[in-house]
């Protein structure tokens, strides 16, 4: 059955945070925003070059912004190249866990 409008899967920061070990994470933030403090694991592509991704497509992604709207389209654009892509709500606003970089 096709679908015309399909949501995009979500999880929360702590879920994310609760099961951090061994997760493809992108956040899709611009590079001046990474710096400032990211999730460790996480590689920096942003919204802009996210169509671009080319990792393997059987490992599920985690996509985080600031709060949670540019990973949303960033998922969205990754499910349509065929990626299991995972929104991470409320983004680096909504993090407690531990970030690499910033002050």
Partial sequence: MF???SRNT??????????LFNK???DVRTPGE???????????????KIAAYAGPAEIPVYVICQ???????????????GYTAINVRGGMSQWTGTIKGGK
Avoid at 10 to 19: F, H, P, R, S, V
Avoid at 67 to 81: D, N, P, Q, V
């Fill in 3 to 5: 679908k015309l409008f």
């Fill in 10 to 19: 979500a999880i929360t920061t702590k879920e994310l945070e609760n099961d």
């Fill in 24 to 26: 493809t994470v992108l």
């Fill in 34 to 48: 990474y710096r400032t403090g990211h999730i460790s694991n996480a590689k920096n592509i942003p919204l802009d």
């Fill in 67 to 81: 709060s949670g709207m540019r990973s949303k389209r960033a998922a969205g654009i990754l499910k349509r190249k």
